[in-house]
């Protein structure tokens, strides 16, 4: 199998300094995201790939102010949570919807303060 770190260096280019980390992929496996960062100053950016539509991976950069602190796919794998810690020591967790061909901008889900870890719920039958 590839491992991470082959996965993710074949999509994107990153400093020597910086490594990645927390791949994760949805549920259908068509969609995977992952940290990228400075692990001595535990600053991490992160990105996602679509491998549903593109011949070539792209990363694309999860938006919002700070440096990632947590993320997971939601069970149905059509949806990404993610929380990102700003200088201050907010957290806000961010929902990126992926359902549809061309995502939207990502959803801010809390008001304000420091959310820990951010994810779905399944639903019940």
């Known amino acids: ?8 260096q074949h ?4 400093p020597s300094n ?18 990228k960062g400075d692990s ?4 991490y950016d992160a990105a996602y790939v679509d491998l549903r539509k593109m011949a070539t991976p792209k990363p694309i950069p999860l938006a919002g102010d ?3 602190s947590t993320m997971s796919f939601d069970p149905d794998g059509t949806g990404l949570y993610y929380v990102k810690q700003r200088a201050n020591g907010a957290r806000d967790c961010y929902y ?5 061909p061309v ?13 820990a870890t951010c994810q779905a719920q399944p639903l019940g039958e």
Request: hydrophobic share 40%; glycine share 8%; net charge positive.
């Open 96 to 100: 990126l919807d992926l359902s549809h």
């Open 18 to 35: 910086f490594q990645f980390s927390n791949l994760q992929f949805n549920k259908q496996s068509d969609i995977f995201a992952y940290f």
């Open 40 to 43: 001595a100053e535990r600053t």
């Open 1 to 8: 199998g590839v491992g991470p770190t082959q996965l993710t």
């Open 103 to 115: 995502a939207k901008a990502p959803v801010k889900v809390n008001r304000k303060g420091r959310v």
């Open 66 to 68: 700070g440096t990632m």
């Open 11 to 14: 999509v994107d280019k990153v």
